[in-house]
């Protein structure tokens, strides 16, 4: 098992010993600072010494400010180094309106999912360009304020590389490792899911990338890939071990991705974005009809200003 | 209507088309929108006064003599439109500024030719006008006199002849009534005097053969019949000449005699009659003869009588006739004098008024030459369409803008559109995500730059219509032919 499977399975015991305690995990804020650049040791050893560590007794408004900082994990500046988009408003500006709206999305979300149940959604959209990576990204990051949420962004547009798009990965910039196609291309029958996925500066917040190693042919063998017995194994998995998974996808009207990663992928909702003053209302009932046409169960819609 | 399976199950759902006002669209738009109109209506304003330009040239003779018209110099050029002769002549050239410089000799030439006529014409139709008016006015004032003098002259003749002139000859006072009645009267006179000349000669004969009237005659024939009417014919005439001559009365004494007479003689006239009718002859006493005479014989001396005092009558109503023609004889060239000084009268009034009605016609005829135009201001473009229409396109542009954007748009703009579109939940709208320089970028935008564009693009409208009217109101061109009347003036 890799670690990265270690330290969730750490991070799981350890929510289950917070749920028990109903007390928060108040180790120091800094202290639980996860950095990019040496992740594995930021996830394995100095957050599991934290997490050893005995809590320290402190004041309680001081355990309360915590509380209500704590949730997001971030070291602002090694963040800034990395010169994030401005489009990752809920970090950039949390105290801002759009960052509110993002959380009143989570906010309702979390409402119709009262038993707190794993939930994997789709997102997409009926063309492209409507917003729907930056929709994902900044709910995933509303997502991981709450310190019970562990997040899980797919990166399903395996063709953004071909048309310019913006891509979880090219927004977040990670390091080229392997992906989602990795993932499904793979031979191995026994195949670690985990290994694929990576950390993000943000505590609980981890992302399945498409490729961004070497790139280049992914786009025309996508249906193929998508179609793989992987898929559905893989994203099982991956959905056992988080409390959301947000899979990106591309426009359902363009291409079939987002239908086979929501039907082939067991998803428990597809969620649209619409563009508001451009995307034209018969190519979202289009959309709309395409996908309960394939029994996918289209559960809700955001509306943006791209 | 849209036809969808799920699995087994077919559902049918019909939606209505969506209708967005244009109103909508405009007001979402309505900046830009303003920004195209101003935009068009500058370029128009602006390349307007580029545009050739065209200028009116003209001139007018205002002089309605179709004898003037006749006489003008006939021109070769188009240009010159000939109006009707009760307008005069009018020349409306319409030429942009280099073509009249082209032309410019030829223009002139013709035009100051046209000029020199028109000059040269009304001097002399000047002058002739006012010979004719001084000869007018001389013999309006002779006429005048003349007729002072006949109107004088009239009266004089109306205070001699008093009673005769003025009261016309059907007036019963006049002298050829008098003339005319004395003449019947006298004719009448001497009818009866033939008659009692007759009846006297028919007596004297009667008189010599004395015959007993025994034999029954009818009584036309009797004597005495015969005797007592003319005794009151002769009765009748006296009657008469009492009665409408003399004008007497009934009650006048001597009517009243001569009535009491008449009637006399009518029983005796009825007595004779049955006398007659029975056949028995006339008695002494019956025929009247008074004195001893047989009754002949005073029938024949009353007749005498009666012959003595109609010749009287004749006479003196001759010598009245006389006297009379010699009174009508003196009347008739005085009534020819008066009939001529009437007519000429007549004559001189009515010389007097056409005297007055030509000299207002002379005077009226040539009136005051108009003054050339000299076109300074462009015929075309001019200002006032320009800007109208510059405005009507810019508008027209415009709308057709806005239509076509609103039939190209079919996206959803509000909540609400969205809602009633799709039956789905509707988690939230999310706003425009900008950066921090993003929006403070928008925030200028929306604060200064938009009222900016919209200040702008209304100065620069602005700007462009005064650039336009400074450029055609104030054009400082010069045109060769600037046809200005010379040498002519009011003609009083």
Redesign the interface.
């Known amino acids: 098992m890799s670690s990265i499977a270690e330290a969730l399975k750490r991070a799981e015991r350890e929510r289950e010993r917070m749920r028990a305690k109903e007390v928060p995990a108040t180790t120091g804020g800094l202290a639980e600072v996860v950095l990019w650049k040496n992740f594995v040791e930021a996830t394995v050893t100095p957050v599991a010494s934290a997490i050893q560590q005995t809590p320290v007794a402190q004041a309680p408004a001081v355990r309360t400010r915590q509380q209500a900082t704590e949730t997001i994990v971030e070291d602002y500046t090694s963040k800034h180094k990395l010169n994030l988009p401005a489009s990752l408003v809920v970090y950039h500006e949390r105290a801002g309106r759009v960052a509110e709206q993002y959380r009143r999305i989570r906010e309702r979300l979390m409402a119709e999912n009262a038993k707190r149940e794993p939930q994997m959604l789709v997102v997409t959209s009926a063309v492209a360009g409507e917003g729907k990576t930056t929709t994902v990204l900044n709910l995933g990051l509303s997502l991981v304020e709450i310190r019970a949420n562990r997040v899980l962004l797919i990166d399903g547009n395996l063709h953004a590389s071909r048309k310019g798009g913006a891509s979880l990965s090219g927004l977040l910039k990670l390091q080229t490792q392997p992906g989602l196609v990795e993932m499904l291309s793979s031979e191995e029958e026994q195949l670690e899911y985990f290994s694929f996925i990576q950390a993000t500066p943000w505590h609980h917040l981890y992302v399945l990338p498409t490729k961004v190693q070497g790139g280049g042919g992914t786009a025309e063998r996508a249906v193929e890939l998508l179609k793989s017995p992987k898929l559905h194994a893989g994203l099982r998995a991956l959905r056992s071990q988080f409390d959301w998974v947000l899979i990106d996808s591309p426009a359902a009207l363009d291409l079939p991705d987002a239908g086979i990663l929501g039907g082939g992928g067991g998803a428990d909702g597809i969620m649209m974005t619409v563009a508001l003053h451009r995307t034209p209302e018969e190519r979202v009932l289009r959309t709309l009809r395409l996908l309960r046409s394939m029994n996918l169960p289209v559960k809700s819609c955001i509306l943006t200003r791209p | 209507m849209?036809v969808?399976?799920?699995?087994t199950l077919l559902s049918l759902s019909a939606k209505t088309p969506?209708k967005r006002p244009l109103r909508r669209t405009i007001q979402r738009h309505v900046v830009r929108l303003f920004t195209v109109f101003s935009i068009i209506c500058s370029l128009i304003f602006l390349a307007v006064p580029f545009l050739e330009r065209r200028y009116e040239l003209s001139g007018s003779v205002a002089i309605s003599i179709p004898s003037f018209l006749a006489n003008l110099p006939q021109s070769t050029l188009a240009e010159f439109q000939q109006q009707p002769a009760s307008e005069g002549v009018r020349v409306v050239l319409q030429d942009s500024a280099a073509q009249f410089s082209a032309i410019a000799p030829t223009y002139n030439a013709a035009w100051t030719h046209l000029h020199h006529a028109a000059d040269q014409f009304a001097i002399m139709l000047n002058h002739r006008v006012e010979e004719q008016q001084r000869s007018l006015q001389s013999s309006a004032e002779r006429l005048a006199a003349s007729e002072q003098a006949i109107i004088k002259e009239i009266d004089a003749y109306r205070l001699t002849h008093h009673g005769m002139l003025g009261e016309g000859p059907n007036n019963p006072n006049s002298v050829q009534a008098q003339f005319d009645k004395i003449r019947g009267k006298l004719d009448d006179q001497r009818e009866r005097l033939q008659f009692v000349t007759g009846q006297i000669v028919r007596l004297r004969s009667l008189k010599a053969p004395v015959v007993s009237e025994t034999i029954a005659r009818p009584a036309e024939h009797d004597p005495e019949v015969m005797t007592i009417r003319a005794q009151m014919q002769l009765l009748d005439e006296q009657l008469a000449e009492q009665l409408g001559t003399m004008q007497r009365t009934e009650r006048h004494p001597y009517v009243v005699a001569l009535r009491a007479k008449e009637s006399e003689l009518k029983k005796k006239l009825e007595i004779a009659q049955e006398r007659v009718a029975a056949g028995r002859p006339p008695s002494d006493a019956a025929m009247g003869n008074v004195a001893g005479k047989s009754n002949v014989e005073l029938q024949l001396e009353i007749l005498l009588a009666d012959q003595e005092t109609l010749e009287a009558q004749v006479k003196r109503l001759t010598s009245q006739r006389d006297q009379l023609q010699k009174q009508v004889d003196e009347l008739l060239p005085i009534r020819r004098e008066f009939e001529k000084l009437t007519d000429q009268l007549a004559s001189v009034r009515k010389e007097r008024e056409t005297v007055k009605e030509r000299d207002v016609v002379k005077v009226g005829a040539v009136g005051v030459l108009g003054m050339g135009a000299d076109g300074t201001l462009p015929r075309f473009p001019r200002l006032i369409p320009t800007y109208v229409l510059g405005i009507a396109l810019a508008a027209g542009v415009t709308m057709l803008g806005a239509l076509v954007v609103h039939k190209r748009d079919?996206?959803?703009?509000?909540?609400q559109?969205?809602s009633a579109?799709?039956d789905?939940?509707?988690?939230?709208?999310?706003?425009?995500?900008?950066?921090?320089a993003?929006r403070q970028w928008h925030r200028l935008w929306r604060s200064f730059g938009r009222p900016g564009v919209v200040v702008v693009g209304a100065v620069m409208m602005l700007g462009s219509a005064v650039l336009c009217y400074y450029q055609l109101s104030n054009d400082e061109i010069s045109l060769e032919p600037r046809m200005v009347m010379r040498g002519l003036g009011k003609i009083a």
């Open positions: 849209t969808s399976t799920s699995g969506r079919h996206a959803m703009h509000t909540l559109e969205v579109a799709i789905l939940p509707i988690l939230g709208v999310i706003s425009d995500i900008r950066s921090p993003q």
